[in-house]
């Protein structure tokens, strides 16, 4: 059985279409309630103290001397129809109802600074 050069191309190129991305673009997950300096993107998936979560702008409450914050799924307002960096938009509640981006006190996510 003879194969032909463009049959085993497709057959690869199909093969890595269906492979599916790594988690953050192969990026690191952070652990903790700092995302990793330098490194992590908004809306990467991370692990919160609290559980899952994504990096967000000035969430958490920590010092994170500038990185992201990790906040947990559970402490997030997300937007399923706004995408940013390959993700659904999501910021961290505040406790007052109010949602926090960066420095920021916002109260809808129409208003947080998408990129």
Known sequence: MQFSIVAVLLGLSAFA???PMPQNGGRPVANGQC???NTSLKQDACNSP???GRC???GGGANCN???DCVAQSNLV???NVQERGNTLCRAKTGN???IDGTKIIQNLGQA???
Request: glycine share 20%.
């Open 17 to 19: 279409a269906a492979t």
């Open 35 to 37: 995302c990793v300096p």
């Open 50 to 52: 609290n559980g899952p």
């Open 56 to 58: 967000v702008p000035g």
């Open 66 to 68: 500038g990185a992201l």
């Open 78 to 80: 997300c937007d399923n």
């Open 97 to 99: 109802g109010g949602i």
């Open 113 to 115: 600074k998408v990129n």
